[in-house]
């Protein structure tokens, strides 16, 4: 019996992330440079990212609470339009991600796992395969997507229609290392 893959739980790092999307909660960006920022003894403030939601989409803000511990990864899912940006509020999550192969399936041997602490965020691309976790208990996100898929995810989950901008699939089990 072939052993099942492991998945080491990486911290997170703009460059290690990027294949995936964009790091959100990167430091304060250099005043007077190219990214609008805003900094006085008050508050500082700049942009971290303009989001994206595909060609006439609606850009939503979900509420997301978290409670998987589950270590096995047997399925992953898929946005097809949107950008995903996922931000915890209330205890860091890890979150899995994984490339799209050339036919549009989960690329495995790019399947990696961040620890994404509260402060800090992901902000997938397009066709960016993922799951979610925590290490117990239960983690609150903030979550911005497109309406339409949410409406469709929604939709698929309740009553079993077809899914036109998500995919959901069964992948061989990897397992999350936990230190």
Sequence with gaps: MAE?????IRKLDPDAFSDYGFMLGGPMPAMGGATPAFSNEATD???????????????????VNYRSQDKRIST?????????????????????VAASAGDGSPDLSSMVAFEV????????HPGCWHAT???GGQSTCVMLTRR???ADLVSHLTSGSNASE??????PEHMLVFE
Excluded: D, N
């Excluded at 602490?117 to 997938?124: F, I, L, S």
């Excluded at 998500?166 to 992948?171: G, N, R």
């Design 133 to 135: 976790r925590v290490r």
């Design 45 to 63: 403030f700049w942009q971290e990212h303009v989001f994206s939601t595909g060609q006439g989409g609606e850009t939503e803000i979900l509420w």
């Design 4 to 8: 099942m893959p492991q998945l080491l």
């Design 166 to 171: 998500t995919c959901i699939v069964s992948v």
């Design 76 to 96: 992953l899912e898929m946005h097809k339009i949107t950008q995903q940006a996922l931000i915890p509020l209330t205890a860091g999550i890890i979150h899995i």
């Design 148 to 150: 339409s898929t949410t």
């Design 117 to 124: 602490p509260v402060g800090q965020g992901v902000c997938m």
